[in-house]
C-alpha cells in the first residue's frame, strides 16, 4: 500500500516536534533541579509547609470538592429530569433541566 504524498514530511515534522517538545522539558526540569538546589533545604522547608497548610485548608477542600461534583455532572450522560405535569396517577412526563420553560 502506498502512502499519501506529503505523509513522510509530515511524520518527520511530528517527530521532530515531539523531540523539541522532550527537550524543552528536559531544560525545565534541569533549570528548576539547579534553582532548587541553590535555594536551599530551608526554602524547600518553608515551600513544603506552605502547600500542606494550603492543601489542609477547609476553603481548598471546599473548593476541590464544589470543582468534583461540576466536572461529575459536566461528564454524566444522564440528564437532569424534572417531572412534569402528571396526565394521570400512574404517567409522569419528564423533561430535562436545560430544557424546561419556567
Request: glycine share 6%.
Amino acid at each position: 500500500m502506498r502512502r499519501p504524498i506529503g505523509q513522510d514530511v509530515r511524520d518527520a515534522q511530528t517527530r521532530v516536534e515531539r523531540t523539541l517538545t522532550l527537550i524543552g522539558l528536559l531544560v525545565g526540569v534541569a533549570a528548576g533541579y539547579v534553582l532548587g538546589t541553590r535555594a536551599g533545604r530551608a526554602r524547600y522547608e518553608q515551600i513544603s509547609k506552605t502547600a500542606r497548610a494550603v492543601a489542609a485548608s477547609p476553603v481548598t477542600k471546599k473548593a476541590i470538592e464544589v470543582g468534583r461534583q461540576k466536572l461529575a455532572d459536566s461528564i454524566n450522560p444522564q440528564p437532569k429530569l424534572e417531572p412534569m405535569k402528571p396526565i394521570d396517577e400512574q404517567t409522569t412526563i419528564m423533561i430535562p433541566r436545560d430544557q424546561l420553560k419556567r
